[in-house]
């Protein structure tokens, strides 16, 4: 069983860059009228963030298929960690001793952490939940571990990331308005607990909205974390299941009664047209696996829809997967050379694809900036809805 580290304050080693502790700021730059969309810039102590942004996810410290330097190269701003993964392998204490995240795994720009909450739930073959902890096994060796919103927080400012998430109860949908509004009420009481145990002064805490898909759970959720004055605020709990109407109704709900000068975070979300139609509700930052699990096994997203690169349609087909696209795929090789890779069990397809999605969620954010800045989201809105003609794919975020 890993250790359980213990995180006392400052920074418990040295750096090959050193950062001063700064202070976290959100700016909006524009708002659209039409829509609610907004064009920020989050300052993190390395580096500005301009949102909306797509996160890639890296879980074990490295986002599967690319390299530190690739994702600097297709516009990659900031990274996720996963705490639950990392604590288990190779352990927090280790990464600490290594010199941080940032250090550990390559990465000069910023990282968030999240909380380890709903791996938890979703991953851990749950033993007990009380307010006071989580006792869970691990779904690896099945050996037994203690998780609370101090064990999040240690093991987060053991991590370094530049924005930790608070510890919180995430629920399966659908679930009982009963099971919901008990785990918003664990989810505020842990809340409370993670901003007590959090000390790192170069690290941003962000609460996380719960509720489901209840309405007066959800407008609970966000007045109880306003009123702690978090720096930000994850949506958590959407993309599990429910209807993306009931996504983007939760979303129109919350973004009246949300802190207007704090950044929003949509956890788990990922998918093309939910990106572009929650960026309407004011929604700042997205993560999701999506992309390059789709990647990998050969379905690429593009702007006119998903494409299966496995079919035999592709056998002859030397055109680009994306004409509209830069990637480096994109710009170098054709459809048909995608599905010999695939046919054949190369890596590189899967390194290709993954390139691909990645740059094109990436790219799909910054475009949607773009186009909040020039006060023509509407029509960026509604020309994606036009040409992005496609079903929410099967695999899960």
Known sequence: MPTQPVFSGGTPFSCARAHKPQMFEFKVCATCKETGARAGEFTTPRGVVKTPVFMPVGTQAAVKAMSPRELEEIGAEIVLGNTYHLYLRPGADLIAEAGGLHRFMCWNRPILTDSGGF????????????????????HIDGSLHRMSPEWAMNVQQLLGGDIAMCFDQCIPYPSTYEAAEKALARTTLWARRSRDAHTRDDQALFGIVQGSTFDDLRLRSAKELAGLNFPGYGIGGLSVGEPHGDMYRILALLNPVMPPD?????????????????????????????????????????????????????????????????????????????????????????????????????????????????????????????????ERPDERE
């Not at 006060?375 to 496609?390: I, M, S, V």
Request: with cysteine.
């Open 119 to 138: 791996q938890v739930f979703s991953l851990a073959r749950l033993n007990k939940i009380t307010d006071e902890e989580v006792v869970c096994r691990s």
């Open 262 to 390: 704090k950044p929003r975070y949509l956890m788990g979300v990922g998918y093309p047209p939910n990106i572009v139609e929650a960026i309407a509700y004011g929604v700042d930052m997205f993560d999701c696996v999506l992309p390059t699990r789709n990647g990998r096994n050969g379905t690429l997203f593009t702007s006119f829809g998903r494409v299966n690169i496995k079919g035999k349609k592709y056998e002859r087909d030397f055109s680009p997967v994306d004409p509209a696209c830069d990637c480096y795929l994109c710009r170098n090789f054709t459809r048909a050379y995608l599905r010999h890779l695939h046919q054949c069990g190369e890596i590189l397809a899967a390194r290709l694809c993954t390139w691909h999605n990645l740059r094109f969620t990436i790219e799909l954010a910054q475009r949607a900036r773009e186009a909040i800045l020039a006060g023509e989201y509407p029509k960026f809105l509604a020309c994606f809805r036009e040409t992005f003609k496609d």
